[in-house]
């Protein structure tokens, strides 16, 4: 590694290059991103000047030849992919653990998925092939009222644990923090059959202990973050982070829907939850709170990380939080506004495409579980694509950290918009209702770029409370988005019905993206400076 002095902090961030300037390589082939072996990291200098340094690996074994802040990245994402496939499942699951042969004939059997055919549903019912024969029927006679309170419990359980899981990672350590509940969540989730066998009662527990421990977990993961990740490459392991709640949804409703046809609801629960321990075991021996504490990261990847973030990452004892000052910056409520609004659209798709699918569209159960969660793997790959796009843009000097939030929470939130409203207006064509979800799906991917990565850049010291903050609000969305739809579907599921549904959230996305442009920062508050630079 170069001995020169440290890379001036206001620069645009480092470029990785490939093998640096040995003999015979050209210097100038730089490359946005590498995570494997051997790699050269350039800091540009605002005079054009370059420094240059050297990850090498270290002296003992092959775990110094790996970049370990991208096997915190890997690792972590994933644990949000257990944590929201978990969170999901049940929402796949409840189709085939009710009777809806025994509600149908007390006529309860409405709301959601019911109340009537659209007018897709009733055309193909009346074409040359024989409609669906519906949802198969499960053990409980549970009526739309327990159902939605059964949905939404993980919300209300969600609700309470923010604050006490960013505080709990800032001061204590993120790392059992995020690991501790993932651990509880999989063990709450191999309990749920059990659970709603007993009673809904019981099962209403189970899934708020659930929300319980899935709340902690985005606060610890920005903790995390905010210790990981050079800020040249913010977007980029932000996006990959977070794009694990994509995957975790895309292989919970896929695989929820043919396992529970197959083998049955309960055997989703125990296969979802048994192969999570083995992350566990993952998570406990190669993550660890930051650098400083990583008994096998090269010096040189150490040096990196620490002089970027600029956080003195041995000192254990967390600052207090600056309450007024953090109520009183426009850039956090921006987060907080489009966080909330944003949270709008985005549950409005987890929870309620699948029943528009079916309801409207007429999709079969089978179909609909595979159609349902290919707008997520898109929005995975996008995401993961979109934020390493923001890096290069951001190390050439194209774009300000700011201008880099702006325009990827613009985009979140603006074509979502144009795509939920044009969607209502194209009849029956399937083919193109499918492909303007997971266009508006897709590009909700920007935001892991945008806000929701804005926390760390504004606050990186305050990461972990700041997201739980502004995540306690945005749940209020996951809590009103089910009862909402209901109203408006209970009686007649038409095409009309989604019409208001869609123009709303896409009013709601649109006003959010407006106030961002306006309020939004990409860089640290003084007030966060001042925290963990005192001396300053």
């Known amino acids: 590694m170069s001995t020169g002095s440290r890379p001036d902090s206001r620069a ?145 359980g969600y609700l309470v644990t923010q604050l006490i899981g960013g505080r709990l990672s800032e001061v204590l350590s993120a790392k059992w923090t995020f690991g501790v509940a993932t651990l509880l969540n999989i063990v709450f989730t191999l309990l749920t059959p059990t659970a709603a066998y007993t009673s809904w009662g019981a099962l209403l527990v189970i899934r708020i202990l659930e929300g319980m421990m899935g709340g902690v977990t985005l606060p610890a993961t920005h903790v995390l973050l905010s210790k990981w990740s050079p800020k040249s490459e913010m977007s980029r392991l932000s996006s990959a982070v977070y794009a694990g709640l994509s995957l975790g949804t895309v292989l919970s409703v896929s695989s929820t829907g043919l396992i529970a046809g197959t083998l049955g609801w309960e055997v989703v629960f125990y296969i979802h939850g048994s192969l999570a321990l083995i992350f566990i075991v993952l998570w406990s021996t190669l993550v660890y709170d930051s650098p400083a504490f990583h008994p096998w990261i090269s010096s040189s990847e150490k040096n990196l990380i620490m002089d970027s973030t600029g956080h003195d990452h041995h000192h254990k004892d967390s600052p207090p939080v600056p309450w007024k000052a953090i109520w009183m910056s426009k850039p956090f409520w921006a987060i907080l506004i489009s966080h909330t609004g944003s949270n709008f659209g985005w549950y409005m798709l987890l929870t309620e495409l699948p029943s528009y699918m079916s309801g409207i569209l007429g999709f079969d159960i089978k179909s609909n579980a595979l159609l349902s969660a290919l707008p997520f793997l898109v929005m995975w790959v996008y995401s993961i694509l979109f934020g390493n796009l923001m890096d290069h843009l951001g190390a050439r000097g194209i774009m300000t950290r700011t201008q880099m939030t702006k325009l990827a929470t613009g985009i979140a939130a603006f074509i979502p918009a144009i795509c939920l409203v044009v969607v209502t207006f194209v009849g029956c064509d399937k083919a193109l209702a499918v492909f303007l979800l997971t266009l508006c799906t897709g590009t909700f991917g920007s935001m892991y770029s945008g806000f929701l990565a804005n926390h760390i850049q504004i606050a990186p010291i305050f990461a972990g409370t700041l997201m739980a903050i502004t995540n306690t609000v945005a749940t209020i969305p996951g809590m009103v988005v089910p009862s909402f739809v209901g109203a408006m579907i209970h009686e007649h599921n038409t095409i009309d019905k989604w019409r208001v549904i869609f123009c709303t959230t896409a009013g709601i996305l649109t006003a959010q993206g407006i106030q961002y442009m306006f309020l939004a920062s990409g860089e640290e508050e003084e007030w966060s400076s001042k925290a963990h630079n005192p001396d300053d």
């Open 12 to 156: 645009s961030g480092p470029t990785i290059m490939s093998a640096g300037s040995r003999p015979g390589i050209n210097s100038n082939a730089s490359l946005p991103f590498r995570s494997a072996l051997d790699v050269d990291i350039v800091f540009p200098k605002k005079d054009d000047s370059t420094h240059a340094a050297r990850i090498t690996s270290a002296p003992h074994g092959m775990c110094g030849r790996i970049s370990h802040r991208y096997v915190f990245a890997t690792l972590c994402s994933m644990g949000l992919a257990i944590t929201y496939g978990l969170k999901v499942n049940f929402h796949v699951c409840i189709v085939t653990m009710i009777n809806h042969t025994a509600l149908a004939k007390t006529g309860e059997d409405e709301g959601h998925g019911g109340g009537g055919e659209s007018n897709c549903v009733a055309k193909m019912a009346n074409g040359s092939k024989a409609a669906d024969t519906g949802p198969m029927d499960g053990p409980f006679t549970w009526n739309p009222i327990i159902q939605g309170v059964l949905l939404s419990a993980y919300f209300y």
